[in-house]
């Protein structure tokens, strides 16, 4: 069966590609329909069509809908989750985690539509009102990444049909499969022709074709830097707001006086599950002198426990890197952080498993400095490193040192290094005893410096960039 794109209602064809498994290329998901440019504009215009409609529907049936697609999900989590980690190839509790997140969303924005709310205020003339409402921004394009195929998603669409917006999807082309089944329900759930259309397919045509539209009122984006910057550009062309959530260099101290179980669980999980193929994995481990080697000792141990091997076994703790390119990427770094004079002290090597695909070794540096590229450019793989520093002020300030600034993380039992740090750290988000990824759904997400643009994400922060702001004025 062919996998269509939805555009205005209906079920388009277009050229077929195949979405390959990462932990078996010889399996084919699924044929997935790649959407041309006039697709592309078609979708655009059917958004825009849709619009005044839903922008003014009864928040009950938004609420319903939104609703409705959350408890499908969530009764079809398990098969979701054996998709999501087919295409993506996290391991399926990690993807069954994902897709329960996803569910969450869809029920959180159902409840947010009937808390929409405004402000009533007196003005500073005697005899006027002043009433402040939030109106949807428009037609919202939604760009996705591949690492999370229907958590970010279902954070970018549940907020933009809560406000009443229309939505144009165009997910990762590596993953349409969960953005197809995720689509395929809020389509059945009753969202009107036009409301929600997909778009899969290549970024230079569908993402570009987005990109240059004058009727995209709003985009958000999360990916690379390289093409967040590109969305930036265009949007700031067509006045157009947006929203980019792109890279990390996320930090993870750990201080003398950290539990050291706390501290290896939180840094395990945070810098090599689902593959290290999150925005939020923290790659530089910054270790003060003291600690350092009993740290290091125990995040190997920890990490000659872990499996790697095909998404879907049982007892699989690591899933393969999701394709070829990002595996060229991530084994370059290693050989990178060689040359630079850091100690590969785990891992790092390509391995086979009973199926052909991208299996690599978490690798492990120890050893490194700040100012390797290894410490300063995003990999985006299950590569981490460590860092040693002499006390908190010099782990604070090279955490600090970095381009990027979405999550950090420290492991301390010390109230007051965890309080300075919380007060101090250069990041949107700031975890202690916690890994650096693995975020609540209801709070605010994003970060600072070179890794977000625009309003914050999710929970009620969302408000901020799916709708925008009247000020209305009444002489009674
Ligand atoms: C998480 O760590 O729970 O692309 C979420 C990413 C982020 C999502 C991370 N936007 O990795």
Redesign the pocket.
């Known amino acids: 069966m062919l996998h269509k794109n939805l555009i205005a209602g209906e079920w388009i064809a277009g050229d077929v590609s195949a979405n390959i498994n990462p932990s078996n290329t010889a399996e084919v998901v699924g044929e997935y329909a790649s959407a041309s440019a006039e697709d592309a504009r078609n979708a655009i215009a059917a958004a825009k069509a849709a619009l005044p409609s839903w922008s003014r529907s009864p928040v009950l049936e938004r609420h319903a809908i939104l609703k409705r697609t959350g408890d499908e999900i969530l009764a079809r989590k398990a098969e979701l989750g054996e998709l999501l980690a087919r295409e993506e190839g996290k391991t399926l509790p990690e993807a069954i985690g994902e897709v329960i997140?996803a569910a969450q969303i869809f029920d959180f924005f159902a409840g947010e539509v009937l808390r929409l709310s405004g402000e009533l205020l007196p003005s500073v003339r005697p005899g006027v009102g002043v009433e402040i409402t939030r109106e949807p921004v428009g037609v919202v394009g939604i760009i996705t990444?591949w690492?999370?195929p229907i958590?970010?998603p279902a954070w970018k669409i549940a907020p933009a049909l809560a406000h009443g917006n229309t939505v144009v999807l165009k997910p990762a082309d590596l993953v349409p499969g969960c953005a197809w089944a995720l689509v395929e329900i809020l389509h059945r759930a009753g969202t009107p022709a036009g409301v929600i259309n997909l778009v899969m397919g290549r970024g230079s045509v569908v993402g570009q074709t987005l990109l240059d539209s004058p009727d995209v009122d709003a985009l958000t984006f999360?990916g690379s830097t390289g093409t967040g910057k590109r969305v930036a550009l265009a949007s700031v062309e067509h006045n157009r707001k947006s929203q980019l959530?792109m890279g990390g260099k996320n930090p993870f101290v750990v201080l003398d006086d950290a539990d050291l179980g706390v501290a290896v669980e939180a840094a395990a999980n945070s810098s090599f599950f689902s593959t290290g193929?999150?925005?939020?994995?923290s790659s530089r481990l910054i270790v003060t002198e003291g600690i350092h080697d009993r740290f290091v000792s125990a995040l190997t141990e920890r990490l000659k426990g872990l499996v790697v091997d095909d998404a879907l076994k049982s007892g699989t703790h690591i899933g393969p890197v999701v394709d070829e390119s990002q595996l060229k990427q991530d084994l370059d770094y290693i050989d990178i952080g060689l040359k630079e004079g850091a100690n590969l002290v785990f891992g790092g090597e390509r391995i086979e498993r009973d199926t052909r695909g991208f299996y690599l070794q978490p690798a492990l540096f120890t050893e490194a400095t700040n100012d390797m590229r290894i410490s300063r450019e995003e990999i985006f793989g299950p590569v981490a490193s460590v860092i040693r520093v002499k006390n908190y002020d010099e782990a604070l300030s090279v955490a600090n040192d970095t381009h990027f600034g979405l999550?950090s993380g420290i492991a301390t039992t010390s109230l007051k290094h965890a309080a300075h740090f919380k007060r101090n750290s250069e990041a949107g988000m700031v975890m202690v005893n916690l890994p650096?990824?693995?975020?609540d759904f209801h709070v605010p997400?994003g970060g600072r410096k070179r890794s977000s643009y625009g309003p914050r994400e999710q929970g009620r922060y969302a408000a901020e960039f799916y709708t925008t702001v009247k000020t209305a004025y009444t002489s009674a």
């Open positions: 997140r990444p690492n999370f958590a970010i999360t959530e193929q999150r925005c939020t994995a999550s650096t990824a693995g975020v997400f």
